[in-house]
């Protein structure tokens, strides 16, 4: 079945596939999708209703073979698929995969963990599918990539996912630093840097030498607008305790009508207004609503202490040297708070510098000044602080910026990737200005510019911003000797990515960075990747595979099946299994397919019933040899993927049983999901020797005409269970073996 867009489309296609002799179907792109999708899961729905009614056919005594053999010679039904077994077998990422979502206009980097916990209290609908916990979140929307464009953008989040995994999780690690953390089976996106073009394979099947591709540049998003404090205090406690006052002397010559206006439930004597020029918030609000009072917003400013408060402005305006100053926050700042007299709550804003740090600390100066904001500086050792008094400042700072409050949980505005270029590289500036390094090597031949943090979020922040100016960091994380937490290196290698950003750390160091420019041997480019139009590859270093992973796994299903994860690496979707996508699918469409979510749960069940199968047959597993035929998916195939045996080893191997096992094609590709976890027999023989039981679970050709006298000698015990049901009970018996088959009562 071949989906095409176009009659030039179909003619190659059918060029390509003439060879093959086989039925040869075109539809468009949607009828294929909906083909593979439907058959695969109609399957799926013949063999779960064949498990359900294999537990029936247990409970009541009746035969699964001879039911099922009576309908399949209905000719409305058809004998095939009709096998109880042990069921058939998702891809997701780990919980700590960061995400880059938006809700509205701006974008947040976030965990995907923190995600689905966030939406999920907000909305509070959560629809459960067997064990999968699934969001659908409305208005929610993931920077992605265009692969057709070779362009950033932005897809709606069709569902969030959450479910409990055990079982293999693949690490892929690349130059750079970048890492992504899948479940074995996860699609990941590969480029082919000979054929220039993008393909999809397992993470199990990503070798070192391959290439991960990272985002470069931004989608279209809304322009950063200024913030207007008013809207996001009407519910904030600061409501009752903030006052408000015009740049001029606008409250002094209200006129007496209005302010006989003013209940004195709100204020006792509104004609202190006219002498002080300022109101409570409060009162402003209600002036606001009865229409009452017109100031240009821009004009005012909120304080909470009368005498000689610290004003700060209503409306924050975006331009590049108020992003400079965030940036000084994020690399230099701090929040904290105290009590002061009569028990108030104090906020107090601080920025430290080294004390020769001149440039920035008269920069910080200027750019409190010009916004009006009052502060104090001060020296003490080799340590000069800027501090500002003042909880509206904080409230922005805080609560809607989410900026955050120490080094560790710091991170970008939810607009820095709204910003126009020049205060994109302002905010920028700003925190290399402060926790940034420029270090000379190769003799002061060369040099690199570094960031270091200990907020997670911030430096994936500030790897998207960098990389939204065609900027490609190396990152790595590093544990320092007696620290608590990880630190988070964001390097900038290469002259001509150190001339761009040249600016970054100021006049006074950008002229000794012009010096060792001027100095270097050569234009030295940067290693570790391939840089292309609106995207860089970087080559795989190594993989990590954990056999048995035991946590919980979380997917995001987007508009175009792509999101850009950790690091700005362009990744797939979680494949979903084909009943999964019919259900997401079918939820998208307005229908609720509660047939194939039963399906899912009955297939979730089998597996189960079959290990507890296996508990009764040996009374107990914990210490016992089980012998397993049959590693694969399905017979002919090394395929691991969604195979019942991995989770049946898993269980078996938790509870403390030895498992030797023999599958014909699919050894080595067991051993790259469960490790040493088994023995790899040789011989479908070897893998009896002293076993206390046999377990089938795929239906080779081989194990169905076993030398039988061979199997009962290598067997210290001549107990079978049977998942595939490929033997008669009555036979079994005669051969003097205990046979537990499925659906056979």
């Not at 130059?175 to 393909?199: C, E, M, N, W, Y």
């Not at 009569?342 to 010009?370: M, N, P, T, W």
Request: overall charge positive.
């Amino acid at each position: 079945v071949v989906g095409v867009a176009n009659k030039r489309a179909e003619t190659i296609m059918r060029e390509i596939y003439a060879p093959i002799d086989a039925p040869f179907i075109v539809t468009n792109v949607k009828s294929a999708e909906l083909i593979k999708h439907a058959s695969n899961s109609f399957l799926a729905m013949k063999i779960s209703f064949t498990n359900a009614l294999a537990r029936i056919c247990e409970l009541t005594g009746a035969n699964i073979d001879q039911v099922t053999h009576g309908m399949g010679l209905d000719a409305r039904i058809g004998s095939h698929f009709l096998q109880a077994g042990v069921g058939y077998g998702g891809s997701c990422f780990d919980g700590s995969e960061t995400t880059f979502t938006l809700n509205s206009e701006h974008v947040r980097a976030k965990s995907l963990s923190r995600l689905f916990e966030d939406i999920r209290n907000k909305t509070g609908k959560i629809k459960q599918q067997s064990v999968i916990d699934v969001l659908r979140p409305a208005m929610r929307r993931a920077l992605s990539f265009n692969i057709a464009t070779g362009e950033t953008s932005v897809q709606p989040i069709t569902a969030l996912t959450r479910r409990p995994y055990t079982g293999p999780l693949v690490t892929i690690h690349t130059k750079l630093g970048r890492a992504l953390r899948v479940t074995a089976d996860h699609p990941v996106i590969v480029f082919d840097p000979t054929q220039k073009a993008f393909s999809v394979q397992p993470a199990i099947n990503v070798r070192r030498g391959d290439r991960l591709a990272l985002a470069l540049g931004k989608p279209r998003l809304c322009a950063a607008r200024p913030i207007n404090l008013l809207p996001h205090l009407t519910n904030h406690p600061l409501r009752y305790q903030a006052w408000i006052r015009p740049r001029n002397n606008a409250f002094k010559h209200l006129p007496p009508a209005t302010l006989r206006t003013i209940p004195r439930t709100l204020m006792k004597y509104p004609y202190e207004i006219r002498h002080t020029n300022a109101m409570p918030l409060r009162v402003y609000y209600y002036l606001k609503e009865k229409q009452t009072l017109a100031l240009p917003r821009q004009h005012l400013q909120l304080f909470t202490v009368k005498g000689t408060p610290t004003y700060c402005p209503v409306i924050w305006p975006m331009t590049a040297e108020t992003c400079r100053l965030i940036g000084y926050y994020l690399s230099e700042g701090w929040l904290s708070q105290d009590t002061g007299r009569q028990g108030k709550i104090r906020d107090r804003i601080g920025f430290a510098f080294h004390k020769k740090e001149r440039e920035y600390i008269a920069d910080v100066h200027r750019l409190l000044s010009r916004l009006g904001i009052k502060h104090d500086i001060s020296t003490r050792a080799q340590v000069t602080k800027i501090l500002v008094s003042s909880r509206p400042l904080a409230v922005l700072f805080r609560d809607i910026l989410e900026l955050g409050t120490n080094s560790n949980n710091k991170q970008l505005p939810p607009f820095a990737l709204n910003l126009p270029k020049k205060s994109r590289r302002a905010l920028l500036q700003g925190l290399f200005s402060g926790d940034g390094t420029v270090t000379p090597v190769n003799q002061r031949k060369n040099l690199y510019f570094e960031y270091a943090t200990t907020s997670k979020l911030l430096a994936e922040g500030i790897v998207m911003l960098l990389q939204s100016l065609h900027i490609v960091p190396a990152t790595q994380t590093k544990w320092m000797n007696k620290s608590t937490r990880p630190a988070y290196h964001i390097r900038i290698n290469g002259t001509r990515q150190i001339r761009q950003l040249r600016y970054l750390f100021g006049i006074k160091r950008q002229h000794v960075i012009d010096v060792l420019l001027a100095k270097a041997q050569r234009n030295i480019a940067p290693t570790g990747y391939q840089r292309y139009k609106n995207f860089a590859t970087v080559q795989v270093t190594n993989t990590e595979l954990i056999p048995r992973y035991t946590s919980t796994v979380y997917s995001m299903e987007t508009g175009n099946g792509i999101l850009l994860g950790s690091g700005g690496l362009i990744t797939h979707n979680c494949f979903p299994k084909d009943v999964a996508a019919f259900i997401n699918i079918s939820h998208q469409l307005g229908y609720d397919f509660n047939l194939l979510k039963e399906v899912e749960r009955v297939n979730t069940d089998a597996k189960k019933l079959f290990l507890a199968k296996i508990e009764r047959a040996l009374w107990v597993t914990k210490g016992k040899t089980i012998a397993l035929w049959g590693l694969a998916f399905k017979p002919n195939t090394d395929d691991m993927r969604n195979a019942p045996s991995i989770d049946i080893i898993n269980a078996l191997h938790d509870d403390g049983a030895a498992i030797q096992a023999y599958d014909p094609q699919a050894k080595e590709s067991a051993r790259a999901v469960l490790g040493r976890k088994i023995k790899y027999a040789k011989t479908m023989y070897d893998a009896l020797r002293g076993a206390d039981a046999l377990v089938i679970i795929t239906d080779w050709d081989e194990f169905k005409s076993p030398n039988w006298t061979k199997v009962q000698r290598l067997l210290h015990s001549p107990i079978i269970i049977d998942g595939r049901n490929l033997y008669r009970p009555k036979d079994m018996e005669k051969r003097g073996f205990v046979y537990h088959s499925v659906g056979r009562g």
